[in-house]
């Protein structure tokens, strides 16, 4: 069965990439489906899918929005889903030529009511970041099966799907309040209707993953671990106390320790040297590690996946990986953002 697939786009300020998101879904090998694009900000995005609408009226709706937050979009979307499946992703994104296919063939098996997928980072950005991500986000793709049934919180937004008779029936519409977790909270609630969340590593996507630039690469990050908190237990706060700490630690202990042997201990290089001796441990143990650690994953990720990852090139960037870490640690918990948002 060759069901209708509602491809839902919402985007802010997407021009930088909006163009290439819609070409690479109407040139995947399915043929039936519908892309509602739903495109807000300032700059020209919603022209630019106005003008691809023109070339292509009977697979593409453009529509635009006031509102910055993503569920707003897809609320505005939803008034138009005409398909079977509703497919929710983000502006960002790049398809592979059989994804419609791949996710209409997964909904043949009529248990499944909700799938998500991964990401991989773009394929034309050649830098040490961005094979750092490919390695680190394959090994979370190959370490899931096909059909796998996941928790909630680990619906991805920007690749997910579910049948709308479902969708609509359970949920309504995408809620509006949560400032961040959208997406996690969308499949905490599919789990609370009795839903299962089903993990395919077929339908995986192309994302930027912000891996050509560190400050976007950090506030991604930080916005992902807030995320953390959304549905935190108890048990989980000796483990992002221990995170927290760890943050200091990288970042601010060669600081004290320097003021403190300036302002007592100035006459000793050598006392200066034991004060630092513990950051540096842990410094080139964390280098260490994590060479160890890139080599043994991208062995088995160019295994499961046919991929020709470098960790030798991705490990170039790890020293400077020590501090982003540790930034991510302490921005992202010292504001976390709780629960209490979301009603």
């Not at 020209?44 to 003008?51: H, K, P, T």
């Not at 049948?163 to 499949?187: A, C, H, M, P, Q």
Request: aromatic share 18%; proline share 3%.
């Amino acid at each position: 069965m060759n069901y209708k697939l509602s491809v839902l786009i919402p985007s802010w300020n997407g021009e930088k990439y909006i163009r290439n998101c819609i070409y690479s879904i109407l040139q995947n090998d399915y043929e039936n489906y519908q892309i509602i694009s739903i495109a807000g900000g300032t700059d020209r995005a919603y022209e630019i899918s106005l003008e691809i609408q023109a070339k292509n009226p009977n697979k593409l709706t453009a529509l635009t929005r006031k509102e910055g937050k993503k569920n707003e979009g897809l609320n505005i979307g939803l008034e138009l889903v005409e398909g079977d499946i509703i497919i929710i992703t983000d502006v960002d994104c790049i398809y592979p030529k059989h994804w419609l296919r791949n996710i209409n063939e997964i909904f043949q098996d009529k248990r499944i009511n909700i799938i998500t997928g991964l990401n991989l980072p773009y394929q034309h950005i050649t830098n040490s970041l961005v094979e750092f991500n490919r390695i680190r986000v394959g090994h979370n793709l190959i370490n899931f099966k096909d059909g796998q049934v996941i928790i909630g919180n680990k619906l991805w937004g920007g690749n997910s799907a579910f049948r709308s008779e479902i969708f609509f029936n359970k949920i309504g519409k995408f809620e509006t309040v949560s400032i961040t977790g959208d997406d996690k909270i969308l499949g905490i609630e599919f789990n609370k209707k009795g839903e299962d969340l089903y993990f395919f590593r077929n339908i995986y996507v192309h994302t930027e993953h912000y891996s050509d630039n560190l400050k976007k690469y950090i506030d991604h990050r930080v916005r992902w671990a807030r995320d953390l908190f959304i549905e935190l237990k108890f048990k989980d706060i000796p483990k992002l106390l221990f995170l927290l700490g760890i943050g200091f630690f990288k970042l601010f202990y060669p600081i004290i320790a320097f003021i403190f042997w300036f302002l007592f201990l100035n006459s000793s290089l050598i006392i200066l040297f034991i004060l630092f001796s513990p950051w540096m441990g842990f410094f080139i143990f964390y280098i260490i590690g994590f060479y160890f650690e890139l080599k043994k994953k991208a062995k088995n990720v160019n295994a499961e996946l046919g991929t020709n990852f470098s960790y030798w090139k991705a490990f170039k960037i790890v020293p400077l990986m020590f501090f982003v870490f540790g930034i991510i640690n302490i921005r992202s918990y010292i504001r976390p953002r709780f629960r209490k948002w979301y009603h």
